[in-house]
């Protein structure tokens, strides 16, 4: 299939990287707010709201004897008769999976001046790997990294996998994550509503949660085809002729529509954001859907 | 045959096959079109789409129109539709094609030979054996006989237009001897395809082939016929030429050209021809310095070498004879011949000798003083037969004149300012404007005090060329027979005046000598005349053909135009002599219509068209589109999106083809101008070469904007910033000056950028070579400059001469003698004789070594960006000579008449 991007992997991990940053670059730090959660106490740069190690101030308590004299912020308690203790907030990362769908579907651009469903999608995640390691965050590609990492060189690994890795739905339906992680997923989700139940449920069974960025052609949206056309799947298995190809235009429309909002009830029911994305569109207001999307799960 | 008004068709049957259309229609409606194929991924959400599935989409009436088109056209064209066809009888008789191919076929050759061709395609499409006969054939040697059509057009078309008249005596004699020994059949078709001028075996021809079968002479037809072009005789004031024509039915209006040896045109005008006149004469005033650079006067827009005349060293220098004086006394500065060889000589092939031998040689002008009088009867004979005879006064002649004189004398002659005269020594009057010597101007020095007077009453102004102040005639002439008498009332010495003496005899006798005319100027030496450059058919000078022979001298006079002795220029030692297709007095006239047996028909502009094969050409075309149409229905095309309108797009390619396909259509050519011509003519520019050297090239452009810069502070010149021309692509016309720097490594040029300098150099361009080299043209030791020589074998460049002290371009705007750029010292070259072309004596090429780019050039804010040689003194010359150079270009000789000023100042003061 066509694709603006090199065929080359090592070169093609480039381009996409490079895309994705860009897409990025109109945002300010994301850091997503992490959920409180108890178990993942790996230090990092997210407030637990609750007194631990960390950098920020979080509250001054009275000191009790098996503190140590250490403990006296000697500061605060000059100015009263008590001694204080100075406590910071508890602060840990937050690990994101983010998967690219990477199924025949995905493998599809209506027109040469259209970016493939795949790539697109690929770009929206690594943009998001790169706002999200730049704010500290652990990333990692889901099913296909060994653990999550932050930093630059987390976000370079992530982006390779992303880009070029296969996104196969047997990550998303088995892949091991840690409870409570952040999910993404970039898909078409083509597949019918109950599958997607299905696969999420297990997510929802982790108390994983997450956003769904759902790309789609302008093609399978608007459906322009006139006259005697023959469809063709992307895996070339099956075809469908129709002798007038216009007649089946509002049915297909009302079934897209009706899949549309089964996939958004399917989301609002597990608590996910479903992020719709045109390919036609700049890939950045898909950015921006899910900056927000990932923000407001405070 | 079936036919609807000038279409027909061969094959009518074929049409039935039209009824089938509306089968076709609805045969094109029932098959759709083959599916567009699309890769959709929601697939499983289109399945059970509601579809009135397989109910056929049909095709877009547009197709099936199309397609119905293209069935159509392949019917029609099985039914070989024909254009304006010929009734011709069908016959089985062998086809016998005569076709004159001499000079007078040249206008109308291309028909002829698309006649000729029809007639073998006829012949060969019902299988008849044909033979074909060229009257002017150059080696008529191949053996006349019928066979088959292929060999025929074999023929014809190594065939060409030949530049004498055809030989129809031979041809006769051809046919004949075939006839007797039964190569040819006794009756056939006899179709002679002629151009209608008569000639003596015209008869002879008929006579033989009547006999033979049916005879049809196709002639050109009016706009064709041949014109030709008659001996152009020399006048006062130019020389005059006739143009003949066969076919008077309608006026024309016919242009002729005298061209200079070079090919640059000296004088062009136009005769009309009104109805009925078959000759008209016209009168070319030409000044005898370009009349004598005229070598050949054409008919213009029809070549042929009957429409060509050519001129030989008769024309252009005439053989003057001086008669001998027996009473010469060895004093030469008392002679009157002394002084008239003195005065002649510069510009006449003068020989001094007894009548004898001058006559025998062949001269055109006798010049008489009155010691040589005579009156021998052969000088009469001479004069009438065309000769010029110019005679002076003397005392022999005053005290008896004889007859051979344009006015009667009175006895005694006149004296002036002598001792028992009252009267003082008269001066010359200004010459009349209708007098030979109109334009002279006067020498007040040029006195006369004895004359020889004319009787009152016979001295017609017509005849008075010349007279003195008080209104008696100085020089007379008249015309006698063919020839000229002119008598000169003074002798050719200073005896009787001072008019030898003064700078204005000579210029009198080169004008008088004007009228002396070539004649036959073959002196009867021994040797024979050698074709040097012969007239081809198409009135060109080209190489001889192999058949030419030698013309000895004492046949030169009967010679005529023939494969043995073409048309040309014919050398005979340092003599030329000029053999045309019409001699002096010859006529032509058109082919009488009593031929015995011929009936005559005129060359059909519109023959018949037979256009089976361009529309089954055109069938196939459209079957290409209609299979890239067929692909674009299919969505198989990957990027053709079919605008909205197709129909009407497929329509318009369709009408177009068939518009291509019309015989009478022409496209038009347009030509519009790209901005390099435009910003080129609309603004001053001086030009240069692009040599593809990157720095050379910088360095040109520099030198040129700081030249520009500083001719427009300088001068009224304002020339704008120069441009870069490409001498392979762009066209020259525009600019007054082209530098071109010329490299070692210069690469040749093209056959058409050749062709294109030398046209700019002919119509007043300048090019300034520099070799830029002068530094180190002595590693040369003496070779010439490899990519100048190049360049200069390329184009027609005239002699050339190292510049002179006064030569123009020292004085054009700034008085220099040396013309230095980052070097100084390299020779300058122009032109040897600016004169001799006609562009007002300014040299159209300059060739230098000194870099000029490199004193000129300057950056934008107007500082030198090369050291010169001799530091900013030198500088400044160069750029003086910049200014010189574009004044030069664009005034030309100019400031060459400011020579005279300090002259006239001073007569001016008096």
Known sequence: ?298 | MFSLGPLAFAAPIALVGLLTLPVLWRLLRATPPPPRRAIFPPLRLLKDAPDDAETPHHAPWWLILFRLLLAAIVIVALARPIWQPDTIVETSQPLLLVVDNGWASASAWRDMVREANYRLDLAEENGRTSAILFTADAQPDAELVLGDPNAARRQLEGQDVQAWPPNRDLAAGRVSLAAETGALADDMEIIWITDGVQTDGAANLAGVLDPLGRVTAILPGPGRSPLALGTPVATPNGFSVEVLRIDADLPRTVSLVATATDGRAVARTEVALETSVTRARVDIELPLDLRNRVSAIRIEGQTSAGGTQLTDDAWRRPRVGVIDAASEDGQPLLSDLHYVMRAIEPFTEARRDDLDALLSANVSALIMVDAARTDDPRVVNFVNEGGLLIRFAGPRLAARPDDLLPVQLREGGRLFGSALSWEDPQTLAPFAPDSPFAGLSVPPEATVSRQVLAEPGTAAADRVWARLNDGTPLVTAMRQGEGWVVLFHVTAGPDWSDLPLTGLFPRMLRRVSALAQGGSATPTQSGAYVIDRALDGEGQLSNPPVSARPVPAQSWEGAVASPLTPPGIYRLGAASAALNVLRAGQDISALPRSLPGVTFANLEMPAERRFAGPLLAFALFLLMIDALIGMALAGRLPRLRLPRRGGAVAALIAGLGLFWMMPSAEAQQGQYLDSFEVDAALDLRFAYILTGNRDIDARSRAGLTGLSREIWARSAMEPTDPMAVDIETNELVFFPIIYWPVQTNAPDLSAEAAARVSRYIQSGGLIVFDTQDADMAATRAGAPHPGLARLLNAIDVPPLAPVDPEHVLTKSFYLLQEFPGRITGGQVWVEADPDGASRDGASGVIIGSNDWASAWATDDSGQPLYPVEGGERQREMARRFGVNLAMYALTGNYKADQVHVPALLERLGQ
Request: charged share 30%; with cysteine; proline share 3%.
């Open chain 1, 1 to 298: 299939m066509r694709s603006p991007f090199a065929r080359d992997d090592t070169k093609r991990a480039a381009d996409l990287r490079q895309a994705g940053e860009a897409a990025a670059a109109p945002f300010g730090e994301l850091v997503a707010e992490a959920e409180r959660i108890a178990a993942s106490v790996v230090m990092g740069v997210h407030g637990q709201r609750k007194r631990g190690l960390g950098e920020t101030f979080w509250e001054y308590r009275h000191h009790r004897a098996e503190d140590g004299a250490q403990a006296v912020d000697w500061r605060m308690s000059a100015k009263s008769s008590e001694l204080y203790v100075r406590e910071n907030e508890q602060e840990a990362a937050n690990t994101v999976w983010l998967w690219r769908d990477g199924s025949a579907t995905m493998d599809f651009g209506s027109s040469r001046k259209l970016p493939l469903k795949k790539d697109r999608a690929a770009v929206c995640m690594i943009a998001m790997a790169a706002l999200l390691s730049r704010g500290g965050e652990r990333i990692a590609a889901l099913g296909e990294s060994a653990r999550a990492r932050g930093g630059e060189m987390g976000l370079e690994r992530t982006s390779i996998r992303l880009g070029t890795g296969p996104g196969s739905l047997g990550s998303v339906e088995s892949a091991p994550i840690a409870r409570y992680g952040r999910v993404v997923l970039a898909s078409d989700f083509l597949d019918p509503i109950e599958t997607w139940r299905a696969r999420l449920s297990r997510y929802a069974a982790l108390q994983a949660g997450g956003a769904m960025l759902r790309v789609i052609d302008p093609m399978e949206e608007d459906f322009p085809f006139k006259g005697r056309t023959r469809f063709e799947s992307s895996d070339d298995s099956e075809s469908l002729l129709f002798g007038r190809a216009e007649e089946a235009r509002k049915a297909y429309r009302q079934r897209w529509a009706e899949h549309g909002n089964q996939l958004a009830d399917l989301a609002r029911s597990y608590g996910w954001t479903l992020v719709t994305h045109r390919t036609d569109r700049p890939a950045t207001q898909a950015v921006l859907a899910l900056y927000r999307a990932l923000a407001r799960e405070v």
